[in-house]
């Protein structure tokens, strides 16, 4: 019997090994496919249907002579659109194994009109390396169980560990604890829309802070305090209230209702050219796009690695009485890449200004003034980048100062 | 029967060890998941059981190749290493019959080989969800190409008697077996090669497993020859074994 359970566990052993090598060999090999499909105008068709592997795909799609609008289901969900396209690159992750494929309805379309897509899929798949480690700690636990002598208490102390080691799991932000908290600050021309539509405009200093109060699940209680202050120095506004957030999607909640999606950190942070949905505010649901990543230098925490968001938006107030139109062309704002905590940027849609009844701050770039979130040491290659440059720069205003002094002491002294 | 179980548990003991057994066991899984091509990007729906079929039936060519290397090396190591150093006449005293130790040896390796076949399959069946005939299919050729090399590999121990030379021996026919049908298809001679090729025993098992009647759709693709030649042969192999084995002078 003990022979035969280690035998079992050598061979899940040895699965989930065979199982992690593949997978890393399977990882190296870039899988390819053209499909070219001659289309109709008005009727819509799916193209590279079927089981895609959760890997990375590089897209390539193009229509000729037409138009089309394309979105991309993958695993039974939506992931992307493209309207009004006549073709498209784009790099995208595709988590889950699944059922995926484009559905695709032609706008525009001539006699000849045809759409080719060409997918490769490149990098790990995900879930055979979850299997493999999955497989091998099955495995290690029913060797170890073979080795014990008091197999039986070995049984009932991993059987414990287990239990205790369950928790609900939620796909929080890990920093997230009751007593953190983030202050930011912007000192700008700003054009303030209330939640009532009117508009005002100034120089104003803003601050933002929000407090951890407790966490209940995935639900996290927040106290907010928004003050405005005008160019004079008086405090003109100054709310403090709490809102409830759901660290899973985001989702603020004020007075029991759903308000919108806040963008002062995102999580599980984004990668490069990924589109995220970045705020809402009521109704209002901003998008962003992930451009790139940069060292940012933020008082007090140094060179910090930053993703830069970028989005647009257009709102429309009233301004002395008259339609007035806020809008933000190509605004970003940036996350640190190891938290996902806003860092700094223009954040002029945000659902924590509504407890203070204000709807869209154009103009707003703030800044990360304080936090006690571990943020991450600076980034140490800018650190010694700066410092050499600093060095270089005082060695050239020195350098002809000592060399002047060198040739007049030498001329002295001849 | 607790005799048979006792031989069995003896066999397995004098042959496997851990190691032995997870490096069978591993190498098979790599050789088999890593070699899916299609299943690293789009596995079409509509046909998908054919497509990943017949990318199985390409890709098997590598676990193939490695269960002849591995069958060879444990039946020389569990046979003719035995003859060779005198063990086997020890296990004699046991008493049991030449032929029923024989009888032992095969079924005892065989029953140690047959799951390094069937959890890769079992795993990508539960990974990808295709067909059940297909994995059917998958592993009865799988049970039958190592039936055949196992049966080879005996007869190779039995007639040779030194580990090595019958490793080289059987590994080396094996190998012919494998391409031989490759050969036959460029030369044209594409009856024999079908009649030899394992592989395509698995189109043939699946397409008979999807028709209402098993027998005629074998019949209609021809491959009655192949079904014939899987059984036959291996049959032919143990039986000249076990004759071998029982007229040979141990001493």
Known sequence: ?414 | MSKILDLLRLEYDLTWRYLTLGMVYALIFIAYTASLNVTTGILTLYGGSIVYLQDVASSYMYSFFLLIGLSSYIYSKSIASQISNGLIKTILCYPISRRRLLITKLVTNYLVFLPSGILPELYLQFLYGVDMKVFIALILVFAVKLLFSSTLAILFSVILREPLMSLIGSMLTLYTFEIAPGFLWSIHAEKIAKMLSLNYLIVVLYRALSSPNFLKTIMELDALATVLFSIVFPCIFFLSSLFLFEKMDLD
């Open chain 1, 1 to 414: 019997m003990i022979n035969m359970i280690r035998a079992l566990a050598v061979a899940l052993i040895a699965c989930g090994i065979g199982l992690l090598v593949s997978s890393l060999i399977r990882g190296y090999t870039t899988w390819t496919n053209n499909e070219s499909i001659p289309c109709i105008m008005g009727k819509s068709f799916k193209l590279l249907d079927g089981v895609w592997a959760p890997r990375n795909i590089y897209l390539n799609v193009v229509v000729e002579r037409g138009e089309a609008d394309i979105k991309l289901y993958s695993n039974g969900k939506f992931l992307r659109e493209w309207n009004n396209t006549n073709g498209f690159i784009e790099r995208l992750q595709i988590t889950e194994r699944g059922h995926s494929y484009l559905l695709i309805k032609m706008i525009k379309a001539d006699r000849n009109c045809t759409v080719s897509a060409k997918i490769s899929f490149y990098g790990m798949e995900r879930d055979l390396l979850t299997h493999a480690v999955f497989i091998l700690i099955i495995g290690i636990i029913l060797y170890i169980l073979s080795m014990v002598k008091e197999r039986r208490v070995a049984l009932i102390a991993i059987l414990i560990f287990f239990v205790l080691s369950i928790r609900p799991v939620y796909s929080v932000p890990v920093w997230m604890k009751p007593g953190t908290y983030a202050v930011y600050t912007a000192n700008s021309f700003m054009s303030i829309m209330f939640v009532n539509g009117t508009i005002i405009q100034g120089d104003w200093k803003s601050y933002l802070m929000w407090k951890c109060i407790n966490i209940s699940g995935s639900q996290a209680t927040l106290l907010v305090n928004f003050t405005l202050v005008n160019s004079s120095g008086k405090i003109v506004l100054s709310v403090m209230d709490y809102v409830r957030v759901n660290l899973n999607n985001r989702k603020v909640y004020y007075k029991g209702k759903e308000i919108g999606m806040t963008a002062m950190f995102l999580w599980p942070i984004p990668h490069k050219y990924e589109e995220v949905n970045l705020t809402r505010v009521y109704e209002k649901n901003i998008k962003g796009k992930v451009e790139k990543t940069n060292v940012m230098f933020i008082p007090g925490y140094g060179h910090q690695k930053a993703v830069s968001v970028r989005y647009n938006y257009t709102v429309v107030g009233f301004f002395n009485n008259h339609n007035y139109t806020l809008q933000g062309e190509g605004v970003s704002v940036l996350y640190d890449t190891d938290t996902g905590i806003l860092l700094c940027g223009e954040l002029d849609l945000e659902p924590l200004f509504i407890v203070a009844g204000v709807n869209t701050m154009t103009g707003n770039h703030v800044t990360l003034k304080k936090t006690n979130v571990d943020i991450g040491p600076s980034d140490m290659a800018t650190e010694i980048y700066f410092l050499a440059m600093k060095i270089l720069f005082v060695a050239i205003v020195i350098a002809p100062i000592v060399i002047a002094i060198y040739i007049l002491r030498r001329k002295r002294s001849h």
